[in-house]
């Protein structure tokens, strides 16, 4: 028996109906990132395009450096992470000709020949990319066209970062993100 005169039972009741809401929706959403994803590499497949490393690479590109990914990224709707994640299953499931899904990028079964070996603690070992890159696509093998778009997203990913952050930011560091910025956007589209 409470030693209150009044109860807490109606928003313990709004809490758990807002969990119960916040965990359908959840469940909808991944079905719709599963459905899209598969989609999109059944997409691949049905196109003719042979599942080979230069493939793979360019699924995962487009998958994780698309404008609306970009965008939502650079919005802060999404971490770059994410998509990053979405694109190393993707790049998996397209060679191995089987469905994609959120776990599968950890699948040691359905790995890539080409990967690089997986260090002690199952961690890929660090790349040679600058400081804050470590999140960019495999490059190696993309067409201008490719690498283009993903500057252009980078620098509209750094501008996000930049304005969310601009009460921290010193005036040098504000200036070299803003040169880029306007650099980037003289390039061709």
Request: include cysteine.
């Amino acid at each position: 028996m409470s030693q209150f005169a009044i109860s807490f039972e109606s928003h313990a009741t709004a809490i758990v109906r807002a969990r119960i809401t916040a965990d359908k929706a959840e469940s909808k959403f991944t079905d719709v990132v599963n459905a899209a994803i598969n989609a999109f590499i059944d997409s691949i497949r049905a196109a003719g395009i042979k599942a080979d490393e230069k493939s793979c690479k360019a699924l995962a590109v487009e998958l994780s450096g698309c404008q609306v990914v970009v965008d939502a990224v650079a919005s802060g709707l999404f971490e770059a992470k994410t998509f990053t994640e979405y694109a190393r299953g993707a790049e998996r499931a397209f060679f191995h000709g089987v469905p994609w899904s959120a776990s599968l990028k950890n699948d040691p079964a359905k790995g890539l020949p080409w990967s690089k070996p997986r260090g002690p603690k199952g961690k890929a070992k660090p790349a040679a990319a600058p400081a804050g890159m470590q999140d960019a696509p495999d490059l190696g093998t993309a067409s201008t066209e490719d690498i283009r778009k993903f500057v252009q997203g980078y620098a509209k990913t750094l501008e996000a970062y930049l304005n969310k952050h601009v009460k921290n930011a010193d005036l040098q560091t504000r200036d070299v993100v803003t040169h880029f910025v306007n650099a980037v956007a003289k390039l061709p589209k």
